[in-house]
């Protein structure tokens, strides 16, 4: 069964700095598709980026980029310039594109941001 | 263009009342995803429908716990004779095809909390 983790129960980051979010997942599937969704305590779950596993390139969007490291099953998000709005959970999922269609997603990172 | 409607926000049940929790999926979406998030947990999977058809139930606990997703409508989950243990976060998620590979959209979740 896949399963993802996220090591890093709590992180913190002084604003405009950059931080780095962990994730590694376990899979035996070669296709598949990885997220990273922001929790703020609104509780909606807003998605950050996304990435396809048979893409090499990392995506980016705007000051969110992940290092995608598929042999090591790893999926990390970077947070440049970070901003107070920034201040959430942040939950990483897989998807394996399969019949299912469900994420299965890691217990979170709690970020809080110091002005 | 309204996102994913959940409601009600917050529900108060005693133990042994049924919970009813509703999600109208985004304009244009037949795909319908229940999650569960406990406390400090990520989100769990529960159910997947379609108009008039459950496509997966994997997820849901096998007694109390049934969902459906009517032909017209708002998807409903409901919980019989709830329990402290089902005081949880639930969350509906909607998409256009089937197992949407571009990351579902969420609603804002119904906190139930069972006293």
């Known amino acids: 069964a896949q399963t993802v983790t996220q090591s890093q129960p709590e992180m913190s980051v002084q604003e405009a700095e950059t931080v780095t979010l962990s994730c590694t997942y376990d899979t035996s599937e070669s296709d598949y598709y990885l997220f990273w969704y922001k929790q703020p305590p609104s509780r909606q779950m807003i998605l950050v980026i996304r990435?396809?596993?048979?893409?090499?390139q990392n995506a980016t969007e705007n000051r969110f980029s992940v290092n995608f490291q598929k042999a090591a099953k790893s999926f990390s998000l970077k947070i440049s310039d970070s901003q107070l709005g920034d201040a959430a959970m942040y939950f990483c999922a897989y998807y394996n594109g399969g019949s299912q269609g469900n994420l299965i997603f890691g217990k979170g990172t709690k970020l809080s941001v110091k002005p | 263009n309204a996102g994913v409607m959940q409601n009600p926000r917050h529900l108060v049940r005693r133990r042994g009342q049924e919970a009813r929790l509703r999600c109208s999926p985004m304009k244009g979406h037949s795909h319908v995803y229940w999650y569960r998030q406990l406390p400090e947990e990520g989100l769990k999977f529960m159910v997947y429908l379609q108009k008039e058809n459950i496509i997966d139930e994997s997820g849901m606990p096998k007694e109390r716990f049934s969902a459906e997703f009517p032909k017209e409508g708002p998807s409903i989950l409901r919980i019989q004779q709830v329990v402290r243990g089902d005081s949880a976060a639930y969350f509906c998620?909607?998409?256009?095809?089937?197992?949407?590979?571009?990351?579902?959209?969420f609603g804002s979740g119904t906190r139930l909390t069972v006293v």
């Open positions: 990435q396809e596993a048979y893409k090499q």
């Open positions: 998620a909607s998409s256009v095809d089937r197992g949407d590979n571009y990351g579902y959209t």
